[in-house]
């Protein structure tokens, strides 16, 4: 069964900072891979997905994400964080079954002080 | 276009009862997926309607159960609530022969006392 693991939980950083957020995931066959945005009182909201094709995959908001396959990751990236960046953040991958169900990972609580 | 909507939008029901979520997916959009977001955590698959069937289904018990109506709306239920079924249930409408993208509703938030 394929999975996905998001080692930093909470992250803190001021305005302006770089932004770097971990994801792996075990799959060994051809993924679909995601990243999802959750505001605070709001939906989960795609922020970014790579299918195939060029590795470095950019988003909304200014986000990309970059595909390493000999790592197993896909991790999400931004220049510089602002203060409504503040969410949590999910990475996700696609299931290779009919259903192509989202497996997701246990997400990272991004706050963003001013 | 009108996104995915969910209702109730929160539920409190005591153990043992059973408990109806409903699911209208987005226009275009011919199937549904649910996740159950346990606090602190990321959704996990329940399962999957297309075409007003069940196709495929994560590692949940039988007490889970869906059905989709011809329009692609949706229902959850869940029978004998226990505790820990005390979380957000969120539904995603994606369209089949796509990119399976899935898009996601506000959620339900349920409390089991």
């Known amino acids: 069964a394929q999975s996905v693991s998001q080692h930093n939980h909470h992250v803190i950083l001021s305005e302006a900072a770089s932004l770097e957020l971990g994801c792996n995931y075990s799959?060994?066959?051809?993924?679909?891979l995601f990243w999802y945005v959750q505001y605070p009182g709001q939906h989960l909201q795609l922020l970014l997905k790579?299918?195939?094709?060029?590795?470095l995959v950019k988003g909304i908001k200014g986000f990309e994400a970059e595909f390493i396959k000999s790592k197993f990751s896909f991790n999400l990236r931004k220049p510089s964080v602002q203060w409504s960046d503040t969410a949590e953040y999910f990475c996700a991958v696609m299931g290779p079954g009919s259903a192509r169900q989202l497996t997701f990972g246990s997400g990272t609580q991004l706050t963003v002080l001013p | 276009e009108t996104g995915v909507t969910q209702s109730p939008t929160h539920l409190i029901k005591t153990r043992g009862q059973q408990v109806t979520l409903r699911c209208s997916s987005q226009?275009?959009?011919?199937?549904v997926s649910w996740y159950q977001q346990a606090l602190g955590q990321g959704p996990q698959f329940i399962f999957q309607y297309y075409r007003e069937e069940e196709n495929g289904r994560g590692n949940f018990p039988p007490r889970f159960s869906g059905l989709q109506f011809p329009n692609y709306s949706s229902e959850l239920n869940v029978n004998a609530l226990e505790l820990d079924d005390s979380a957000l249930y969120l539904c995603a409408s994606s369209s089949r022969g796509q990119t399976y993208e899935q898009y996601f509703g506000p959620g339900t938030r349920l409390t089991v006392t």
């Open positions: 790579y299918f195939s094709g060029d590795p």
């Open positions: 226009s275009g959009h011919n199937t």
């Open positions: 799959y060994g066959g051809t993924v679909n």
